[in-house]
């Protein structure tokens, strides 16, 4: 069955940084392509990062040079590496695979939430 | 960035009615374009992929239309488990935005 599973998130101060792991099984994060989209309380989905499955990666100009998506393939695990938070980035973060040609969204998880408040 | 925008943002409804939710890119997008659906403190679900393609176990009630630039989620006859949050989202050029959601409820 295929599942992801997020965890890492907490309450951070702005300008701190946090790490976001999402653990996959049933498939290897190395052969897809992975997203994090975001959802801040009582708002719509925020996307926020992508790598491919050939490593490529893009970000959304909101956090594009501060945040950083990586994966490790041993242990099949994708990472969103979050710095100079800022209270804006406060929201659930989802992780979900990417399929097909196309690149639609098929698979979620259950969220991480991020709080970025002094 | 390609700009996504759904209309209504929400919307009352009996069951049985038919529902219609629209979604216009600021470009062409061609047919990339999929609609998720969220119920409230659950992680979205995919429903349609590629404009027209049901999703596996995603009933028949549901269907997708449109290219180019303007997009169509339909509901033939809701459903009580269809009173949900639905976003559609881009996935031509990246970032792949979504749009900003139709909240559907009961009327």
């Known amino acids: 069955e295929v599942q992801v599973v997020e965890s890492g998130g907490g309450l951070v101060q702005p300008g701190g940084s946090l790490r976001l792991s999402c653990a996959a099984s049933?498939?290897?994060?190395?052969?897809?392509?992975m997203s994090w989209v975001r959802q801040a309380p009582g708002k719509g989905l925020d996307w926020v990062s992508l790598?491919?499955?050939?490593?490529?990666?893009s970000y959304a100009d909101s956090v594009k040079g501060r945040f950083t998506i990586s994966r490790d393939n041993s242990k099949n695990t994708l990472y969103l590496q979050m710095s100079s938070l800022r209270a804006e980035d406060t929201a659930l973060y989802y992780c979900?695979?990417?399929?097909?040609?196309?690149?639609?969204?098929?698979?979620w998880g259950q969220g991480t939430p991020v709080t970025v408040s002094s | 960035d390609i700009q996504m925008t759904q209309s209504p943002s929400s919307l009352s409804a009996s069951v049985g009615d038919r529902v219609t939710i629209t979604c216009r890119a600021s470009?062409?997008?061609?047919?990339?374009l999929h609609w998720y659906q969220q119920k409230p403190g659950k992680a979205p679900k995919l429903l349609i992929y590629?404009?027209?393609t049901l999703q596996s176990g995603v009933p028949s009630r549901f269907s997708g239309s449109g290219s180019g630039a303007d997009f169509t989620l339909s509901i033939s006859s809701l459903q009580p488990e269809d009173f949900a949050t639905y976003y559609c989202?881009?996935?031509?050029?990246?970032?792949?935005?979504f749009g900003g959601g139709t909240k559907v409820e009961i009327k």
């Open positions: 989202q881009q996935s031509y050029i990246p970032p792949f935005t």
């Open positions: 979900a695979k990417m399929t097909g040609l196309t690149y639609y969204l098929d698979s």
């Open positions: 049933g498939f290897t994060v190395s052969g897809n392509s």
């Open positions: 470009q062409n997008i061609n047919t990339y």
């Open positions: 590629t404009t027209f």
């Open positions: 790598i491919y499955s050939g490593g490529s990666t």
